[in-house]
């Protein structure tokens, strides 16, 4: 992973950070952008937000608390989905823009991968989800 094009490539879209999610693999993208190994039994969610200036948070079940050590950043960890929702919403509370692998109206149906109650629940929170379509063009190689 290239922390600093993904930054960059963040603040020229003045977008305030990339949230990355994922749960038994459906989300290729995450794996390829991120240079997570495709390997990883996964059967907990896992969230990584890249913000647009400073360290990535990482937000990981206890069961699977290992799973994105590869990667830089703070970890927390939960096992209810109420410390989920909580530790959720501490990680994203100072962003209001977040890139997902999302597409409106999924016009680009290749990137729209997260599923709609994750969308819902991050909108909840009084987030703007915007399409990483064009964040994934430019650093997923």
Not at 14 to 32: E, S, T, V
Not at 42 to 64: C, D, M, N, Q, S
Not at 118 to 130: A, C, Q, S, W, Y
Request: charged fraction near 20%; proline fraction near 4%.
């Amino acid at each position: 992973m290239n922390l600093a094009a993904i930054q960059s490539a963040l603040r020229e879209r003045n977008i305030d950070a990339w949230l990355f999610c994922d749960h038994h693999h459906r989300d290729p993208i995450a794996y390829r952008v991120l240079g997570l190994p495709q390997n990883l039994m996964v059967t907990r969610r896992w969230f990584y937000v890249i913000p647009a200036e400073g360290e990535p948070v990482k937000l990981v079940h206890k069961i699977e608390a290992g799973h994105l050590d590869s990667l830089p950043g703070k970890k927390n960890q939960y096992s209810a989905w109420q410390e989920l929702f909580e530790n959720l919403k501490t990680i994203l509370a100072n962003y209001r823009d977040l890139a997902m692998q999302y597409s409106p109206n999924n016009i680009v149906f290749y990137v729209s991968l997260v599923d709609g109650g994750t969308i819902d629940l991050v909108r909840g929170l009084g987030k703007n989800v915007v399409s990483s379509a064009d964040l994934v063009a430019q650093t997923a190689h």
